[in-house]
């Protein structure tokens, strides 16, 4: 079955600073990949997703993410951290069956000023 | 902005009201979802739509109901609630995939957060 696995539970950066979010998935075949944000009481806004056409995948906002199969990982990254960054972030694969969605646990982002 | 429009955004209900949760979306998309999420949790998935017909419901208990009217709508009736089903309940749409081959990306609206008393 897929899965994804975010490391990283809270990450804290700078404001300024590159953020590194970590996911790792599992999967028996080429997967689809995805990345959400949620701002606080808010619905999931899609930052970007990788569907096999390129492992550089840029999204919205800066932010980008690069699918390394040899790694099994889809980290999430942006050069500098905005304090409208701050939000939890969710990493996501699309199941065996291509009809769900397999949601990571989460990373809460703080952006210090 | 979401194209997916959820109303109420706030709802508080006793354990023996009935209420309904609405979502609507334009963009033509012909698979439609609700998802509940609770605190510092990520969402679950509760019930898919398909072409209006009801294509998963991950064992959701009978006191909620969904409804598709038509391919825009979806609601999601609530009777007999728990105060553990307070939550975020997140609507969502997508491409269906029978037209694109594969799940697209799904667009959310931004909820629902429902207190039960």
């Known amino acids: 079955a897929q899965s994804v696995t975010q490391l990283d539970s809270h990450v804290s950066v700078s404001e300024g600073t590159p953020v590194l979010l970590r996911c790792n998935y599992s999967s028996s075949y080429s997967p689809s990949l995805f990345w959400y944000v949620q701002h606080p009481n808010k619905g999931l806004q899609l930052l970007l997703k990788?569907?096999?056409?390129?492992?550089l995948v840029k999204g919205i906002n800066g932010f980008e993410a690069e699918f390394k199969k040899s790694e099994t990982s889809f980290h999430l990254t942006k050069p500098s951290a905005h304090m409208s960054d701050a939000a939890e972030y969710f990493c996501v694969v699309r199941n065996e069956y291509g009809n769900k969605l397999v949601f990571g646990a989460g990373t809460i982002l703080r952006v210090k000023s | 902005d979401t194209e997916v429009t959820q109303t109420p955004k706030h709802l508080v209900m006793g354990m023996t009201n009935k209420k309904s949760l609405k979502c609507e979306q334009h963009m033509g998309h012909r698979a439609m979802y609700w998802y509940k999420q609770k605190a510092k949790k990520p969402p679950e998935l509760m019930f898919v739509?398909?072409?209006?017909?009801?294509?998963i419901n991950e064992s959701v208990p009978s006191r909620f109901s969904p409804e598709c009217p038509n391919s825009s709508l979806l609601n999601l009736h609530l009777h007999a609630l728990q105060p553990e089903d307070s939550a975020l309940y997140l609507c969502a749409s997508s491409q269906d995939r029978r037209l694109a081959g594969r799940l697209r990306e799904l667009f959310f609206g931004e909820g629902s957060r429902l207190t039960v008393l």
């Open positions: 990788y569907t096999s056409a390129a492992t």
């Open positions: 739509y398909s072409y209006e017909k009801l294509s």
